[in-house]
């Protein structure tokens, strides 16, 4: 039997496979207009240099015998594990210049010193591998990428447009050419052999039985024993019981059914989910808002079971009331988290309602009803903790949907929290149902700030020991505090690298306590003699 006249039961069915082995050259090309050696690795690939490829795939052809120029630089890209930068991928330059991935950068540039060392940047590959994947859907329903660096489609019965499949992947190869993608094509009946005719055959139709054993994409461990045991074509395995490989090389004789077609396996398309709505049609209108929130209501319970199946609670509701003289008035709600419970959304729907300060007319009556929810996100079930701390969080979250609900987005805010050592810089207000959640912090953390904060900070007249001591006493307000208790202090930089003049003063905090009680956050402004002659205090914050 030929790896070709497979006996799938279920229809013929046909596969093309697209492997993109320079994805990490690529992408970074494609993310840089003025990169240094583009000329020299353009013109290797239209030359058609080695590529980087998995162990005993067939090479592409070899590169120019002119070599590089000595302009032209070697890239390599670079990744660290375990305090070790090692070459992870590879240009076709860096190949011909005999690098090899897993080499570690001190031993590459021991060889090539004058080479060029980028950092992978695996969200710009994984991008651009998206980017292919769209185009890949003009071609067929039926399109799963294969990351890092495949793709597969189901191209049964989607040739009658370009006349044969040599001509579909030869389109196709020209669409994701103009994305600036290097690549190889492979056929096969069956997804496994069109992956391996991709990556270690010499050609879209290449022979399966005289690929090497690597095409099964085993283990390294079983790769290395078959190699000793003098098993090194697909061609020494085929004839061979499955039984006795699968004693010897465990799941070894799957890879080899699966690859020679003798047992059926489809892909599954990455497609984007339809978006989750509900839908009612009358066959009179209702003439009542209460009748058409009740509808409403259903249609939540409708929805709800679409969200379970998905796993996927909504975050934005729309619901349309559809009159019959053509007016369609709506009501939409947020919720601070994903949520599926009808009786929560509907909660917010009556709270919104209500504080309209046009009430829904229902004219001569509404003929439709459509619930929409367009945004949604993963939702898991919850599991209880015996003492009820798993739901601590979600009183606040409903209270804040309710007033969002009742008051508009814009009136409810929250603070999140920015990137900066400046305590007045370190949060932002933003809209509360978007504000994320803030981390918990780590000892190694400053002490919490006050919970009010004074924006700008307030001048205050203070007796300190001179010149860095602690504050002894300060005059706020017109009002005379006498410390009792300090704390710190707690020194904090400027940010020198977001001003122009890469200055600023450094700020010393001190967490102090009246005679009174009352707990203030002051801080003194400059270092005395450094940065200034007499630094200035300032009061930024209260304690509780």
Not at 51 to 78: K, L, M, N, Q, W
Not at 415 to 437: F, G, N, Y
Request: glycine share 8%.
């Amino acid at each position: 039997m030929t790896p070709d006249a497979s006996p799938l039961t279920a229809g013929p069915r046909r596969y093309l496979a697209i492997w993109l082995p320079m994805l990490a050259a690529d992408a970074w090309r494609v993310s840089q207009p003025i990169l240094p050696g583009k000329r020299a690795e353009h013109s290797a690939a239209q030359a058609g240099g080695r590529a980087s490829h998995p162990r005993g795939a067939s090479p592409p052809p070899a590169p120019p015998a002119s070599g590089r120029g000595e302009a032209d630089p070697v890239i390599v890209f670079t990744e660290t594990h375990a305090n070790a930068t090692r070459l992870t991928a590879l240009t076709r330059m860096a190949m011909a210049a005999g690098l090899t991935p897993g080499l570690t950068l001190a031993d590459a540039r021991a060889r090539l010193p004058d080479l060029v060392a980028i950092p992978r940047d695996q969200g710009a590959e994984a991008r651009l591998l998206a980017r292919a994947v769209d185009a890949c859907r003009a071609y067929s329903p039926v399109v799963a990428p294969q990351p890092p660096d495949g793709i597969a489609l189901d191209i049964a019965g989607c040739t009658h447009p370009y006349g044969d499949e040599s001509r579909l992947a030869a389109d196709l190869a020209r669409r994701l050419a103009r994305l600036g993608l290097t690549l190889r094509l492979g056929l096969g009946d069956t997804p496994e052999a069109a992956r391996a005719r991709a990556r270690f055959g010499a050609d879209a139709e290449a022979d399966l039985l005289a690929l090497p054993v690597e095409a099964l994409e085993a283990s390294a461990e079983t790769t290395l024993a078959l190699r000793r045991a003098g098993l090194k074509r697909i061609m020494d395995l085929a004839c061979r019981p499955r039984r006795m490989l699968a004693a010897r090389f465990g799941d070894l004789a799957l890879h080899l059914g699966r690859l020679l077609g003798e047992e059926d396996r489809r892909i599954t398309a990455d497609r984007p989910l339809d978006p989750v709505f509900a839908l009612r049609r009358f066959a009179e209108p209702i003439a009542r808002v209460e009748d058409g929130l009740a509808c409403l209501d259903q249609l939540l319970a409708e929805a709800a079971v679409t969200l379970l199946e998905r796993h996927e609670g909504g975050r934005r509701f729309v619901a349309r009331f559809f009159r019959s003289d053509g007016a369609v008035p709506g009501l939409a709600v947020e919720t601070g988290r994903p949520v599926r419970d009808p009786a929560i959304v509907m909660r917010l729907f009556r709270e919104r309602l209500e504080a309209l300060s046009d009430p829904i007319d229902p004219g001569f009556g509404f003929d439709c009803i459509r619930l929409d929810i367009p945004v949604t996100e993963p939702l898991a079930p919850a599991q209880d903790g015996l003492d009820g701390s798993e739901r601590t969080a979600e009183p606040l979250a409903e209270l804040v949907d309710r007033l969002v609900a009742r008051l508009g987005a814009d009136r409810i805010a929250r603070l999140a929290p920015l990137d900066s050592h400046i305590p007045e810089c370190a949060v932002a207000r933003v809209p509360a149902t978007t504000a994320p959640d803030w981390p918990a912090p780590s000892p190694e953390d400053p002490p919490l700030r006050p919970l009010r904060l004074l924006d700008p900070p307030q001048p205050i007249e203070v007796t300190y020991g001179l010149p860095e001591g602690p504050p002894r006493r300060f005059v706020w307000r017109a009002h005379a505090h006498e410390v009792a208790r300090w704390e710190g202090p707690e020194r904090i930089a400027a940010e020198w690298w977001r001003r122009r003049d890469r200055g600023g003063l450094t700020r010393d905090y001190y967490r102090v306590e009246d005679k009174a009680g009352h707990r203030f956050w002051l801080f003194r402004h400059g270092l005395a003699g450094g940065e200034t002659e007499r630094p200035d205090w300032y009061v930024h914050g209260l304690f509780a």
